[in-house]
Nanobody, 125 residues
């Protein structure tokens, strides 16, 4: 099995910094990418940032809407990804989900997306 767990969400004030963390564990054989998505009620889940595994190391990419404020990185444990927000805005309020695309020793197809349960981020003005 593969378990994906997010942490760090909560209530923050407009302009403050925030760090979200995600750790994946289980029978993982290979990881293609780890990323963050967010979703608000009534809206589509949107992609925020991804750190991609390459021969040259991990490469980060960002949605245009968060460039300059959000930073994604691999930090700590082997399958840990962090999302740092330098200055949160009210529009950042959402449930943030962590996703890992990996090949794992689990039932079903080998390569698959594994999602966390999400962590709520609420930005007050």
């Amino acid at each position: 099995q593969v378990l994906v767990e997010e942490s760090g969400g909560g209530l923050v004030r407009d302009g403050e910094s925030l760090r979200l963390s995600c750790t994946a564990s289980g029978s993982i054989l290979s990881v293609d990418s780890m990323g963050w998505y967010r979703q608000t009620p009534g809206n589509q889940r949107e992609w925020v940032a991804t750190t991609q595994t390459t021969n040259r190391g991990n490469v980060a990419t960002y949605a245009e809407s968060v460039k300059g404020r959000f930073t994604i990185s691999r930090d700590g444990a082997k399958y840990t990804v962090v999302l740092d927000v330098s200055s949160v805005k009210p529009e950042d309020t959402a449930v943030y989900y962590c996703k890992i695309y990996a090949y794992a020793l689990t039932t079903g197809q080998g390569w698959a997306d594994y999602w966390g349960q999400g962590t709520q981020v609420t930005v007050s003005s």
